[in-house]
Nanobody, 127 residues
């Protein structure tokens, strides 16, 4: 199995940028499709972005399209989320997650397929 640890969260002003990271250890990182999810207080956990095992396919939730970029470095066992034009509505705990899949090209979008989760990192955007 894989262990996931997020880092890089913090407080940023509206309109600013932030990059968060997810470090993986354990089983081979490239064996997993990966994703970023977020959960704001009182709200359901929602998909932010996902990326295929190879990194060649990505998916973005409607609320972050054009502002956020997901990427991964399989050689370093790292995944990133570059967040630009941040809005107070982006305030949430951000979680990275891993899903076992045979496909190297599919960015998985069903939350239930992700069976490994990090502990989360808080991102707060002030107005």
């Amino acid at each position: 199995q894989v262990q996931l640890v997020e880092s890089g969260g913090g407080l940023v002003q509206a309109g600013g940028s932030l990059r968060i990271s997810c470090a993986a250890s354990g089983r081979t990182f490239s064996s997993y499709a990966m994703g970023w999810f977020r959960q704001a207080p009182g709200k359901e956990r929602e998909i932010v972005a996902t990326i295929s095992r190879s990194g060649g396919t990505t998916y973005y939730g409607d609320s972050v399209k054009g502002r956020f970029t997901i990427s991964r470095d399989n050689a370093k066992n790292l995944m990133y989320l570059e967040m630009n034009s941040l809005d107070p509505e982006d305030t949430a705990v951000y979680y990275c997650a891993a899903a076992e899949t045979h496909s190297t090209r599919v960015a998985l979008t069903f939350r239930g397929l992700y069976n490994y989760w990090g502990q989360g990192t808080q991102v707060t955007v002030s107005s």
